[in-house]
T-cell receptor, first 117, second 107 residues
Framework: GAVVSQHPSWVICKSGTSVKIECRSLDFQATTMFWYRQFPKQSLMLMATSNEGSKATYEQGVEKDKFLINHASLTLSTLTVTSAHPEDSSFYIC?????????????FGPGTRLTVL | RKEVEQDPGPFNVPEGATVAFNCTYSNSASQSFFWYRQDCRKEPKLLMSVYSSGNEDGRFTAQLNRASQYISLLIRDSKLSDSATYLCAVNRGKLIFGQGTELSVKP
């Protein structure tokens, strides 16, 4: 089956630093990748949709200058949390959709747990 | 009001019980519907898609009622391994998730 990896799986950083999270589709080309955030006991909230080679589309209320998304290739998207603060501590999950697939074929990465001290 | 709403839970049931989860959605433009299972500190995994005609996969049955904008998931003969959080999701060009319902199956 299609595999999506995320790196790192967890990260602890100091307030004010930036953290980059990578999302890779290992055995397929992903024209679209999605980034979600999940706080404890809450749902997955879609942050942004990224299409390879174009700017990401951010959901309402998500600061594009704080959460930088780059989808430079068909197998890699990165999310950079800039100037992280404790309230950014969360579980960040990406998903990838193969080209031409419907939404049944959206494959999730294992997530990255970010803790900002 | 949230676009996708689920029973708050948690549901605590004995092994062998039948449990039903409900989910309502507010956007009639939603195109397709899904149930996901999420284990603690893990990513969600697709459990099943939901079709108007209803669909079944072993002990799991999903149903969609477009008129009422409602989807359901029924788990029969629940097992300890069914303990997880169950998320419904609707697609309207992007996946929108409900807040999830936690299920705990006890011996």
């Amino acid at each position: 089956g299609a595999v999506v990896s995320q790196h790192p799986s967890w990260v602890i950083c100091k307030s004010g630093t930036s953290v980059k999270i990578e999302c890779r589709s290992l055995d397929f080309q992903a024209t679209t990748m999605f980034w979600y955030r999940q706080f404890p006991k809450q749902s997955l909230m879609l942050m942004a949709t990224s299409n390879e080679g174009s700017k990401a589309t951010y959901e309402q209320g998500v600061e594009k200058d704080k959460f930088l998304i780059n989808h430079a290739s068909l197998t890699l998207s990165t999310l950079t949390v800039t100037s992280a603060h404790p309230e950014d501590s969360s579980f960040y999950i990406c998903s990838a959709r193969p080209g031409g697939a419907d939404y049944n074929e959206q494959f999730f990465g294992p997530g990255t747990r970010l803790t900002v001290l | 009001r949230k676009e996708v709403e689920q029973d708050p839970g948690p549901f605590n049931v004995p092994e062998g019980a039948t449990v039903a989860f409900n989910c309502t959605y507010s956007n009639s433009a939603s195109q397709s519907f899904f149930w996901y299972r999420q284990d603690c500190r893990k990513e969600p995994k697709l459990l099943m898609s939901v079709y108007s005609s209803g669909n079944e996969d072993g002990r799991f049955t999903a149903q969609l009622n477009r008129a009422s904008q409602y989807i359901s998931l029924l788990i029969r003969d629940s097992k300890l391994s069914d303990s997880a959080t169950y998320l419904c999701a609707v697609n309207r060009g992007k996946l929108i998730f409900g807040q999830g319902t936690e299920l705990s199956v006890k011996p």
